[in-house]
Each structure stands twice: as C-alpha cells, then as structure tokens.
C-alpha cells in the first residue's frame, strides 16, 4: 500500500506543501505513484528525507540535491562523485562550525564579563572590556 503525503510529511516533521515541492525539484524521483498520480512513500523512502533534510541544513542548495539524488539514482558509476560531494560538504560544515566557535566563544566571554558585573554590583569592577 504505501503512505499517503500526509502521513510522510507528519513523520519526517515537513508540511504536504514542502514534500510537494520536493518533488517538484526532482528530489522525489523514486516515489511510486497510484494509476491516479497520488504519491506512494515506502518505508525506505522516509531515509531520504532525512538525507535531504541534513544536507538543506548544511546550506546545500537544492539544485545540488537534486543533482546527489540524481547521482544515486544512477548508481554506482557515480560512486565517486557522490563521495567528493560529501567530502566537499564536510568542510564546508567544518568552516560553519568554527565560526560558530568563534561566536560561542565571543558569547562565554561576555557571559564571563557580566557574571563578575553582576556580582560586583558594577561595570567598574572591569577596567577595560576584555571581550571587545
């Protein structure tokens, strides 16, 4: 039988809308339709979701989903290319993650700074700003 898009969109935690424009994209092309065109989700389809929700969230642009699932699709004479795609998404998440280092750090500082204030009754207490 197969789940309805309402039922996948609850359980991958998107709306029908968005599961529609997923496969509006072509990143849905191994969902099984009815003969009336409604859309079939099988159990193994759910995995994907969570693929294209990880690499959306990395700041992949959907074109270069598209062009992943293509890949896939394809199968294993794109092995490679799915492989350095990774490769080159892993370090873009690596330099996100570093500035966001950066940010919590910048934060722990300030937190730092305002905890001594505020058990000092005052600013004064810092002589200078150590975290400007």
């Not at 039988?1 to 991958?12: D, F, L, Q, R």
């Not at 896939?72 to 500035?99: I, P, S, W, Y």
Request: hydrophobic share 40%; with cysteine.
């Amino acid at each position: 039988m197969g789940y309805s898009i309402g039922t996948v969109a609850e359980k991958v935690g998107l709306t029908a809308h968005t599961v529609r424009f997923y496969d509006k994209e072509g990143l849905l092309p191994f969902v099984e339709r009815t003969p009336s065109g409604q859309r079939r989700f099988k159990e193994s389809d759910l995995e994907w979701f969570a693929v294209i929700h990880c690499l959306k969230n990395t700041g992949m642009s959907i074109k270069d989903i598209k062009k992943f699932i293509d890949w896939c699709m394809e199968g294993d004479a794109t092995l490679e290319k799915r492989l350095d795609m990774f490769l080159h998404q892993r370090e873009l998440v690596m330099a996100q993650m570093a500035e966001l280092q950066m940010h919590m750090d910048k934060i722990n500082c300030k937190i730092s700074y305002y905890e001594t204030a505020v058990a000092a009754g005052t600013e004064a207490i810092h002589k200078c700003l150590p975290c400007e």
